[in-house]
């Protein structure tokens, strides 16, 4: 049993199909069958389940998926720790589309400028999907909105985010000084996609409100549901420091809904196996620094 074997069986894990495993490694699919049935040979055990052409991890499975993950993190900050004094670190940073758009860009810039010789990848996506990349050990550290109850993770939280209901400034309800949910519900809204927090937290406190939500849009981008403000009617859900340029210009109005108020976390996550690398320690630094700056501080 080699360490092939278990990147192997973590890529077929995480694609949950032969093929895509094989796309993802440039390998046949044919290697990654015998490489799998290699694995349940040795040790004796089955290691998934295979149900209409997809595939379960057993118990056992799942078992060795998180020792192989934490053995192949392993080994990957050893050659990184080898490597430090004669090649460029490189961090692998996430982060969910509000604090990507605001937050990380100054810091990526501050990283860049650093003494040290620093390298990095940016990955942006919703809440969901960077949680699971960062557990999955595909990225180094992430920022994100809400919570987590994942117990893999570390979290901390960093600031404070507010999310708020805004409209164009031409909107019907733009002018209003106290607007009630009962007036949200005569226009249509424009909402996030699965897996963002700021979609699943809206919903659940405008539920608590008594709000019946009717959305004839939904967006993955930020700044797509800004233009379908500018350009409609409709209401959206977005987060205070992703539309304060547009606010300050005049273009977006924020409501002031009675009875309506979401705060969330803005959260630093790593892996709770995660070594912590010259680079994560540089990282994080940076952004206390930032946060003790201002609530964002992204004025360049």
Known sequence: ????????????????????????????????SKTIADLEKYYHIKLFERINHRLYLTPLGETMLDHAQHILALFHHMEDDINIHRQTMHIRIGASVSVGTCLLPPLIRQLTQSELPISYDVTINNTSKIEQLVDTYELDLALVEGYSDNPNLFSRDVTEDELVLAVSAHHPLSSRSRISCADLEQYPFVTREDGSSRRNQLELQLQKAGLNLSSNYTCSSVEAIKQALLYTDSIAALSRMVITEEVRQGLLTVLPVEGLQVKRSIRLIYHKNKHISPAMEVFMQLLEDQIEDGPYHTAP
């Open 1 to 32: 049993m080699t360490l092939h074997h278990l990147e192997v069986f973590v890529a077929v894990c995480q694609e949950k199909t032969m093929h895509a495993a094989a796309e993802k490694l440039h390998l046949s699919q044919p290697s990654i």
